[in-house]
C-alpha cells in the first residue's frame, strides 16, 4: 500500500511553468507505475500523463503533449510533474495515481489505479 501527498499547486498566469510532485510513503515506490490527472467542477476526471516504474516509458495526453514531462526519482519516491507553456484550459485539480507493475503498459483510465492523493488545484489566469 502506498500514501500519496501532491505539492506545488497556485496560481500562475498564461506561458508560466509549474512542478508538481507528488510523494509517495511506504516501502516499495519503486514497483508502482505513477500517473498524473486532473479534473475541473462537473466533468470527469481525465488522464494527463503516467510513468512506468523504472522511468523508462512515459505517456501523455494529447492536451499536453510537448509541454508537460513527468519524471521519477524512485531514491525519494517521488514523482513529478513539469508543466510548461501553462494554458487557462489547464486549470484543474491535479492528482497523482498509483498501482502496482513492473511492465511497459501504462494505463490511461482512472479505474485503472488503486491509490490516490488528496489533489492539489491549479489555476492559469488569463
Known amino acids: 500500500q502506498v500514501q500519496l501527498v501532491e505539492s506545488g499547486g497556485g496560481l500562475v498566469q498564461v506561458g508560466d511553468s509549474l512542478r508538481l510532485s507528488c510523494a509517495g510513503s511506504?516501502?516499495?515506490?519503486?514497483?508502482?507505475?505513477m500517473g498524473w490527472f486532473r479534473q475541473v467542477p462537473g466533468k470527469e476526471r481525465e488522464f494527463v500523463g503516467g510513468i512506468s516504474w523504472d522511468g523508462g516509458n512515459t505517456a501523455y495526453a494529447d492536451s499536453v503533449k510537448g509541454r508537460f514531462t513527468i519524471s521519477r526519482d524512485n531514491a525519494k519516491n517521488t514523482v513529478y510533474l513539469q508543466m510548461n507553456i501553462l494554458k487557462p484550459e489547464d486549470t484543474a485539480v491535479y492528482y497523482c495515481?498509483?498501482?502496482?507493475?513492473?511492465?511497459?503498459?501504462?494505463?490511461?483510465?482512472?479505474?485503472?489505479?488503486?491509490?490516490w492523493g488528496q489533489g492539489t488545484q491549479v489555476t492559469v489566469s488569463s
Open positions: 511506504g516501502r516499495d515506490f519503486s514497483t508502482y507505475i
Open positions: 495515481a498509483a498501482r502496482q507493475g513492473q511492465g511497459t503498459w501504462l494505463p490511461t483510465s482512472k479505474i485503472n489505479y488503486a491509490y
